[in-house]
């Protein structure tokens, strides 16, 4: 139950922020939002859920994402992106640095009577290639594609851990 009453919280935070921010007018309102809001699985999006990115100038952007990672919890990521193309242009390469839930992880315990599992998350640090593909003639609607490096990771050294992480989702700008 406070998963899903943190995801409103952070819907309604982020609905607020909306009003607040508005749309950049330069060339008409055409691909300058300041911020955008989207769906996805991967590390950018806690898991499964929604992330929300706040642009700070043309090319730099602050991002939040929470969701759930099914029977291991809730996971989250924040951080920043920096684009290497406008924001008025439909292919949009980026560079992402992130911090949040990388890994998830089932640990098995034994007794001389019986079995555990227990379900972990482990948060660490993110470093990744991606791009925004925006299309239609304002750009609002979109999709993201990026691929992360796990840099470091809270897990146990006997883990053996992934070495990258893929997100794709969609996203809307407002």
Do not use: C
Not at 61 to 79: C, H, K, N, R
Not at 121 to 126: C, N, P
């Amino acid at each position: 139950m406070k998963k899903y009453v943190l995801v409103l919280f952070v819907i309604a935070l982020s609905q607020m922020l909306v009003a607040q921010i508005g749309i950049n007018q330069s060339n008409n309102g055409i691909g300058t939002s300041k911020m955008s809001m989207g769906m996805g699985i991967g590390v950018d999006y806690g898991g499964f859920g929604i992330n929300t990115e706040i642009r700070t100038s043309n090319k730099l952007a602050v991002t939040v994402g929470f969701g759930t990672m099914l029977d291991y919890g809730l996971g989250y990521s924040f951080g920043t992106r920096y684009y290497l193309r406008g924001q008025n242009q439909t292919w949009q390469p980026r560079i992402s640095v992130l911090y949040g839930t990388n890994v998830a992880a089932i640990e098995e315990y034994y007794d001389y009577y019986d079995y555990y599992t227990e379900y972990k998350l482990y948060s660490g640090l993110d470093i990744g290639i991606g791009q925004k593909w925006a299309w239609g003639r304002t750009k609002k609607h979109g999709m993201n594609f990026d691929l992360l490096f796990i840099i470091t990771s809270s897990a146990p050294e006997y883990m053996e851990l992934p070495v990258m992480d893929i997100s794709v989702g969609y996203i809307y700008n407002f």
